[in-house]
Nanobody, 125 residues
Framework: VQLQASGGGLVRPGGSRKLSCTAS????????VGWFRQAPGKEREFVAA????????VYEDSVKGRFTISRDTTQNAVYLQMNSLKPEDTAVYYC???????????????????WGLGTLVTVSS
């Protein structure tokens, strides 16, 4: 199983960026999916997630109202639309998936079985 995150780059403060995550060998619909990020010198932290077989969403407080996680079953992809970006959003962003994580554990990175290589988002003027 391989996940591939893409879409990172340099963005000006206040700008937008859309990250994509694609998967080989499984259908995203049947997996819980999450986005995490890791800034330089910091631990990897939760950003957003969707449980399996559901369109419900969960967000870390600092990105609520600015970021949107979505899943496209026809493209078998998961997206993270990021708006109103701030310099503190600068990080390597990772997508993750799990077919066994429980709803209450979506924010916990240890609950995810599959991880993609990250994509760097730099927010700077």
């Amino acid at each position: 199983v391989q996940l591939q995150a893409s879409g990172g780059g340099l963005v000006r403060p206040g700008g937008s960026r859309k990250l994509s995550c694609t998967a080989s060998e499984f259908a995203f619909r049947r997996y819980a999916v999450g986005w995490f990020r890791q800034a330089p010198g910091k631990e990897r932290e939760f950003v957003a997630a969707m449980p399996r077989n559901s369109d419900a969403t969960v967000y870390e407080d600092s990105v609520k109202g600015r970021f949107t996680i979505s899943r496209d079953t026809t493209q078998n992809a998961v997206y993270l639309q990021m708006n109103s970006l701030k310099p503190e959003d600068t990080a390597v962003y990772y997508c993750a998936a799990s077919n066994r994580i429980i709803l209450s554990n979506l924010r916990n990175r240890s609950g995810y079985q599959y991880w993609g290589l990250g994509t760097l988002v730099t927010v700077s003027s």
